[in-house]
Structures are given as structure tokens and as C-alpha cells.
């Protein structure tokens, strides 16, 4: 069991994108931008390190729900297993940190929401 | 660094209960059921095991919007630091485990939910 | 996919246990004592919270290393799925954290550690 | 608090490199192989992913103790923050993920280890 679990909070950076593919299938594809903080110790105060995406794809339900929930700047929290895409040539090889989400829902660290409406299909186990 | 972050889904499974300390500082609690799922290899489906719960703790406005936004039966993820606690005398002791929430959402993966209203005020960071 | 990972740093707290069930399953448990630290700002310096004690279950092959490599007073880095078993009649249930291993090592933070010894039979993947 | 902590399994792929800052403060690199692994349906067994390749940083006497534990192959286990280190020019940004270890030991599912020598030097906490 190698795979990498990891949870990440951080803000929606562009609109939902869904995507059905020819076997029936949903995604929906979601660019989350994160940005750790630290403690300055020259300024005394917490402050911002660099923002970093990560694409994050919701299956079936999930991503239905997703798609209908999420809007650009909306702040989120999401739990899943980490991909790390590499593409291009060899000797240009390049990486995009990717995130398959099993739960995701909006951060209420930053607001609060009403409660979620059942959608009729629940998302399948597990 | 020995703490131990966990991310755990489920539901809530009593109202939320907010406490304010004589020093001015707010907590809510939040009781969440969690159960875990694995392959019934007799009978080839998935199945539920024992439900266990969590106390769930969320400080200042972070307890605020969940006091707003949570109620008994809603899906929950939740991330943020394990302790066990223990209480009771010596050979007897008992366990509880607890978690201090940093970020905390209804899961979408059963139903879909509205953009979270900010609140005015946001949760004091990191 | 409930399943709730997660990783801990400590010490062998006791002899590990070897245990051959009736099929031939082998098991070997391993008391983990771990303590948060936190910065005690009366003293300005770290400080160690309460000690907590897992039991860590290595099955396998897993389990047979680990019982040849690990001793009393040992530091340890584990990861796997938490389980929080509960055990005691209704009205006096009482709760116990296991970790159920999937990755196991001497941490490194408190010393060095030759080459292990690859034993023959590698722990069944995955 | 947007750390994001993971905890990855795999193989050394090349010689620990030590390196001293003119400040005296020492950082070790290692170059750690992962692969998860998945079920294929087609063939009714588990299969090797592509291989991922992850830069963990080991600071000051954890540095010290991996540059002398570790050698290329090794199996390995470490927990840490993640961070996605992004370079290159604007409209041809790369990404290249790393570990910033707070623990690391050699990972008893493919062999076993005797008891690590303390030397002498503990890793400052937390």
C-alpha cells in the first residue's frame, strides 16, 4: 500500500469543470490554490508562502455535487490520494500534483453554510 | 513535531455545543460517528464496521460558523490534531479520542451545498 | 472510504508480542508511548504534553521483522489505519487506539541504523 | 495552518548528499522512489504505477544520521510537510515535489534492522 494520502485546504482558483467520457463516466475537475504559512521571524507575524495548484478530480457523484457547490474564490478542503503527473519528453520531464478526491466540502474556517441538500444519489461506497 | 494529524469523514451525531471560558475564549463541540467500510469477502459487498466517535473541538470563529452550519445526521469531513485522552484513576483509566479541528466542511460526496456566507469575521489564522 | 491513516512517532514501550493464530496468521503487537510537545509559554520552552500509548499491529512478515528488530526504549516511526476499538459492557464502554501497521521503522531522528537485512521472504505486497 | 503532511514509502534512488550552509546549519537530500500500486482488473493482480520521485530534506542531526543509514535501494518510510517547489520562467513553470522530513526510518516490510547506535548528538525537538 504505497499510495499517498493527504489532506489540503485552500481556495477554489478557477470555475468546476465536468467532463463525461465516452464509457459513461463523470469528473469533475477542480484547480485548488494553496499557500502554506510560516511564522516570519523577522516581521514577528505570520505571512503567506508562495501559492501552489493542485488539480483535484471528483468521480461520479462527488464531482456532480462539486460541479453544483463550487465557485471561484469559494474555500475548500479536500481529502484524497496524491498524484504526481509527470509528462513531456524525457529530458523534459515535468510534474503536476494532482488529487483524487474521496471528500471535499467548503473550509467554514473562513464562513459558515446551510445544510447540504441531498441530491437523490448518494455518491458510491466506499 | 510528534503531533498526529487525521483527516476523518462521518456524521454528526449530537448538536453542536458551544462553551465560552470565563477568559472570553469560544469552543464548540461536535460529536461525529465515524465508521469504517471494508470487503465482506462471504458475502462480496461492502459493509459497515463498528461505528466509533469522535469529540470534535473548534475554536473561536472557526466554532462559530460550525455552531451555525451543523446539525444532527450531516456529513462531515474534518481535519486537524489526534489526542487521546485519558481520565479516570490509575488502573482504570479510559481513553477518549479527540480532535481539534483546523479545517472542517460538510462532505459533498452525499448531497451538494450553497456558497458559505462569510461571516465578517475571519477565522484568526494560521 | 472511511479508513483513517495515520502516522505516529514514539517509543517501544514494551517487548514486542508474537502471536500465531490457529490458521497461521502471524501477528506481532507493539506498544507505541507518544507524546505531543508544545511550546509552554509561562517558560518559554518545549515541553512535553501527556503520554499516550497506541497498540501497533504488524502482520505477516512485517510483523516477524519488527519483532527481531525492535527492543524496549527504541524510537519509532509507524504509519497505518487507525482503529479505535471499543470494548466493555453498555454504560462502561471503554475505548483503545490500535494501529493497524503498514510501513514501520526505527526513526532516525535519535540515531543511526546500518543496512537492514533483507530476510528472504518479502512482506506480501501490497 | 495549511501545512500539508504526508507520509511516503519507497526506495532510495541515489547517495545521500550532505550539504553545509555558510551559517553552519546542515541539510542532507535524499531521492526517494515511490510507486503506488493499483489492482488490475484485467489481469486479476496487483501492478506497479509509474514511478515518482520525491526530494526529501533532512535537517541537522536527522541529516547526519540518514547520510550514514542510508545507501541507494534501501527501503524507506517518511513523514514530513509537503511542498510543491516551483521554477522556471513565467509560461514554463515546473514543479517538483518535496519532503521536508520530521522523521524517517528504513521501512521494515522488506527486511529487519538492529537497534540504531545513538550518537551522542540528540535531534534538537520538537
Known amino acids: 500500500m504505497n499510495d499517498i494520502y493527504i489532506t489540503l485546504t485552500g481556495n477554489v482558483a478557477a470555475p468546476p469543470r465536468q467532463h463525461t467520457f465516452t464509457d459513461g463516466s463523470r469528473v469533475t475537475s477542480l484547480r485548488v490554490a494553496t ?4 511564522f516570519d521571524k523577522k516581521t514577528q507575524e505570520w505571512s503567506d508562502g508562495e501559492t501552489v495548484f493542485f488539480a483535484v478530480r471528483c468521480w461520479r457523484t462527488l464531482g456532480d455535487n462539486v460541479a453544483q457547490s463550487f465557485q471561484v474564490g469559494h474555500p ?36 459558515w453554510a446551510p445544510s447540504p441538500s441531498p441530491n437523490g444519489r448518494a ?4
Chains 1, 2, 3, 4 share one sequence.
Do not use: N, T, Y
Open 76 to 111: 475548500v478542503v479536500v481529502c484524497g490520494k496524491l498524484r504526481i503527473r509527470e509528462f513531456g519528453p524525457d529530458g523534459d520531464r515535468r510534474f503536476m500534483p494532482e488529487v483524487e478526491a474521496s471528500s471535499i466540502g467548503h473550509d467554514l474556517r473562513w464562513g
Open 123 to 126: 455518491a458510491s461506497a466506499p
Open 35 to 38: 499557500r502554506h504559512r510560516f
